[in-house]
Every structure is written in C-alpha cells, then in structure tokens.
C-alpha cells in the first residue's frame, strides 16, 4: 500500500482511508474464491505531528510523518497514535475478503504451517 501526501507528511484521515481502500480492493479481488478470510482488528500506529491550520474548524490537524520528516523536524513536536479499527460492512457485517458462501478448509490440514 502507498500512502503519498507532501513532504511535510499526509493527513491522518488520508491514511485510515488508504487502508479502508486497500481492504475493499482485497475483498473485490477475493469475489468468487473458494477460501474466505474475515478481517479482524487492524493496528496501526503513526507518528503524527499536530498543526494549527486556520481553515480548519477547531484549528487543528493531525498529519502522518515519515521517519525522515521526524528525525529533520527540528523544533516541531511529533506524537505517537495507536488506532486499532475492526472493519465492518455498513450493515454491522463482518468485512470478509472472499466470495459468497462458506469455505471449505478440509484440504488446509495437509499444506503444514503457514
């Protein structure tokens, strides 16, 4: 997955929905297999830098940063986020990235560890 933003890093909501984009793509993939996975809950952690920005209502945005733009921030202040999602359907739906129906898993015993 690519996330591009300006070099001063991209918007935190750009980043949830580049991971939002990539599940849906996976599950339009995954139409018609005969294997189904369901998506559990996703960790993700950044590290974001707060900036005030007029045009925004309450004056402030978060921005994902590369490790790069961290270490060159200078006098700017960087945090730490942890968000941990569980993907769902607009209908309280478990997001699955498979086609319809049950799987059948009987042959998985015999492939070893994955």
């Not at 830098?49 to 209502?57: I, Q």
């Given at each position: 997955m690519e996330i591009t933003g300006s070099a001063g890093g991209i918007e935190l909501a750009a980043a949830v929905q580049a991971v939002r984009d990539e599940l849906l793509r996976a599950a339009a993939q995954g139409a018609g297999s005969d294997m189904v996975f369901q998506v559990g809950p996703i960790q993700l952690e950044f590290t974001v830098?707060?900036?005030?920005?007029?045009?925004?209502?309450g004056g402030i945005k978060a921005f994902v940063?590369?490790?790069?733009a961290d270490a060159g921030a200078g006098r700017t202040r960087t945090h730490r986020v942890a968000l941990t999602l569980e993907p769902r359907r607009a209908?309280?739906?478990p997001l699955l990235i498979s086609g319809e129906g049950e799987a059948d898993a009987s042959g998985l015993a015999a492939?070893?560890?994955l």
């Open positions: 830098e707060l900036r005030a920005d007029a045009r925004v209502r940063v590369s490790g790069e209908t309280g739906d492939a070893g560890p």
